[in-house]
């Protein structure tokens, strides 16, 4: 990417609520998957408008953890960055547009896990795979009634679509 | 073809416009149709990507340019909406729609009889204050051969005699239902427990390739049977198998030469003379220049917001409330369905709701309509309830039950088990009349050539609340008969299936268009499609959309001394 859309300590706190949002288990988090670089995409790209919505919403999220720990977002622990970001879901933040914010951030986390790779996140299908989804399979020769469907995980690129 | 003069002009080349076109330039009238969208190729609709259609529609073409502004009263401040509704492209949102095709049942014509001089709403003990009920000016046998028609010609894929509450049928359907899927075998045993009647809900999509044959047009082409890819419902069909115009009968329309198809075309304004007949439309072209077209009939086949814009954009000193609107009733009694769902998890069960199409469901209409007690109840009318629950990880990230969080590791595990164990029982409730529901012109808001943005103002008031807690009950009861290891309801705040704006009646101080889309005003003006409908009963327009189009085609093509 040429110009980054944000400073590091942005992309740093982005990192850290994208991870509690879609934590790392036995499986892969949010990261790993490749949804922040997803979201850099859609600010790069489709939503330009949208990167000073992140920059201030980020700045925020340090400055409440400040206000309620006296230290900042990135050094607190994990259960502290949830009691953060659930006090800006639940709009307990000095800060009006903390739940909107919130559910952004939260949406486009997920839409990163679980988009199809082209833009950016679901890595290897890593989304995919953990909830057991075949992708963009060109159909279903049978209904799979009660039982998993043993098909390996498709992507297809848009481009190669045109006929 | 002459550049000036056209026997008819179309307002929009969508499902409406499609049909029109087809059926009217096959009888060798000139048509002109205007579509503000684009002619879309393959790759720009039937790619199976959740990210284009479903979390960024506000950046498609077809979306972005036409917004409307939205508030639930008028008190409130409206805000712009990108909505995908009113599809704005060629072939309309017949390229992204479920594929439902439910034809009304006879008693949905007849609203005002039933409830009002024959007692129901009495019975129910229902408040209609603020409610204008009324029945249709055509009733259901007027429909039947054009319902047929829309069914054969697109290919519906049904079991006739089925479903007790279904109006009668001279023809069954053309297709066999779609294969069964497993949400459809735990609610077909669901009803059967309950003593509902479910069946296979009637589907736009072939269960086979198909070709209309005669006495159905010919001309168009095979299409290939349903894949089940599960990308349906805002997804263009990437093997063309769910009823579209856009590669049905746009085609047959251009192959006749008698159709001139003019996208990215805008119209404006409809021009009148100064007998009050329409001459034509006013438009802007592909590079904005204002344009006119000059015609002898004008036929709207717009979405609901842009039908009530046009018609009260074309004001004139004769019209200077808009056109076709002396009675007044432009953009009033707007009418949308409530999106009432219960779902359903299931431990022990494996669902995978992402195999499609959605529209391949089994339903139940013993809650729909007037087939039901409705003593006491505090409302009229009622609903289908049907399976659903179709998507991809994407669109299903937030079907979570209420005690489980909606992100963290909670939510990881939860979605990680369930994402192939959940559905939905989705409910299509019927919305009355009510006067303050309008569209009208934005006083702020414009568009990418200044024309003021539709403005929406609508809530759901009484009669809806106490429909849609009662639906939901049912819902939730069937959901439970399931065997669901868990079951809960929800309703989301937006309404869809938009119709209204220019309701048809017979009384022209009460309704914009008679029984044959006519305007009462503008006798050379139609406007066609969901605008018209006076009620909007417990189905999806769309076959009945299909049904008025086909219908209106022959009545203009009777009125031979117009284009003599």
């Given at each position: ?6 400073n590091?300590?942005?992309l ?8 509690r ?39 925020e ?14 050094s ?28 952004t ?10 988009g ?7 890595r ?14 060109h ?25 | 073809?002459?550049d ?80 995908t509704?009113?599809?704005n ?7 992204h729609?479920t ?23 009495e019975?129910?003990?229902?408040d209609?204050?603020?409610?204008d ?18 069914e ?7 079991r ?13 359907y ?44 010919a ?27 856009l ?44 344009r ?11 979405f609901?917001?842009e039908?009530v814009?046009?018609?009260l954009?074309?004001k ?20 949308a ?21 959605g529209?391949?469901?089994m339903?139940v ?39 489980v ?20 029982l ?8 009510h ?15 200044g ?18 807690r ?16 868990k ?9 869809n ?11 022209p101080?009460?309704?914009?268009v ?7 005003d ?13 009620t ?17 085609a ?11």
């Open positions: 990417m040429s110009t980054p859309v944000l590091d300590t942005q740093r706190i982005l990192e850290a609520v994208a991870e949002i879609f934590p790392a288990t036995a499986t892969p988090g949010a990261v790993a998957i490749g949804a922040v670089e997803y979201i850099l995409r859609a600010l790069a790209g489709d939503y330009p408008e949208m990167v000073g919505v992140y920059e201030r919403g980020l700045g999220i340090d400055r409440h953890a400040l206000k309620r720990y006296g230290r900042n977002f990135l607190l622990a994990e259960t502290d960055m949830d009691c953060v970001l659930a006090d800006f879901e639940n709009a307990r933040v000095d800060f009006a547009d903390a739940a909107d914010f919130f559910e951030v939260r949406c486009h986390v997920l839409e990163g896990v679980f199809e790779p082209e833009y950016g996140g679901n290897g299908l890593a989304g995919w795979r953990i909830v057991d989804f075949p992708g963009q399979q159909g279903y020769p049978d209904a799979y009634i009660n039982r998993r469907v043993d098909l390996p995980p498709v992507a297809v690129a848009s481009k190669k679509e045109a006929k | 073809m002459a000036n003069f056209a026997d008819v002009c179309l307002v929009g080349v969508g499902a409406v416009g499609g049909i029109l076109a087809k059926e009217l330039a096959s009888a060798g009238l000139k048509v002109v149709g205007f579509e503000r969208g684009p002619a879309p190729r393959h790759a720009d609709y039937a790619p199976r990507d959740s990210i284009r259609f479903i979390a960024r529609t506000d950046r498609l073409d077809w979306v972005r340019h036409e917004p409307t502004t939205t508030r639930s009263r008028a008190s409130a401040t409206a805000e712009i909406r990108y909505r509704s009113p599809l492209v060629l072939g309309g949102a017949l390229l729609w594929g439902q095709v439910s034809r009304y049942m006879p008693g949905d014509f007849k609203v005002y009889t039933n409830e009002i001089v024959n007692g129901g709403a019975r129910a003990g229902a209609l204050t603020g409610y009920v009324v029945d249709w000016p055509i009733g259901y046998d007027d429909l039947e051969p054009y319902y047929e028609k829309f054969w010609e697109f290919g519906v894929s049904g006739a005699g089925v479903n007790p509450f279904a109006g009668p049928r001279k023809r069954g053309p297709l066999p239902p779609l294969r069964r899927s497993a949400r459809m075998e735990l609610f077909a045993e669901a009803c059967g427990k309950l003593g509902y009647h479910a069946y296979d809900s009637p589907a736009g999509i072939l269960s086979e390739a198909y070709k209309p044959p005669a006495p159905y047009d001309r168009i082409p095979e299409r290939p049977a349903c894949v089940y890819c599960g990308h349906c419902n805002f997804y263009g069909c990437h093997v063309h198998a769910k009823a579209a115009t590669y049905t009968a746009i085609p047959v329309a251009v192959s006749t030469g008698n159709f001139d198809l003019r996208t990215n075309c805008k119209v404006f304004r409809i021009d009148t003379d100064e007998r009050g007949d329409a001459t034509g439309v006013s438009y802007f072209d592909p590079d904005g220049a204002a006119e077209q000059r015609a002898r009939v004008v036929i709207v086949g717009a609901v917001f039908t814009r046009l018609l954009l074309s004139t000193a004769r019209f200077p409330g808009g056109l076709a609107n002396s009675s007044g009733l432009v953009g009033k009694y707007i009418l369905h409530g999106d009432v769902r219960a779902y359903g998890l299931f431990d022990d069960f494996i669902v995978n709701g992402f195999i499609g199409p529209s391949a469901a339903r209409d013993d809650f729909n309509g007037d087939n039901f007690d409705h003593t006491g109840l505090g409302f009229i009318r009622g609903g289908t309830i049907g399976t659903s629950g179709e998507g991809t990880p994407v669109s299903r990230m937030d079907v979570v039950p209420p005690d969080p909606r992100w963290g590791r909670a939510y990881k595990e939860y979605y990680a088990k369930y994402y192939t164990r959940t559905f939905d989705n409910i299509q409730p019927e919305t009355l009349a006067e303050d529901n309008v569209v009208d012109l934005d006083p702020q808001g414009k568009d990418r050539w024309v003021p943005l539709p403005r929406v103002t609508f809530d759901f008031h009484q009669n809806e609340q106490r429909l849609h009662f639906m939901t009950q049912i819902a939730d009861k069937i959901m439970r008969a399931t065997g669901a290891s079951v809960w309801t929800g309703e989301k705040e937006r309404p299936r938009w119709a209204g704006g220019a309701r048809m009646g017979s009384d101080r009460r309704s914009v008679n029984g044959w889309c006519q305007s009462h503008v006798s050379n003006l139609f406007i066609v499609g969901a605008p018209v409908f006076p909007l009963a417990g189905y999806p327009p769309t076959a009945t959309i299909g049904a008025l189009s086909y219908r209106t022959e009545y203009i093509l009777r009125q031979k001394e117009w284009f003599k």
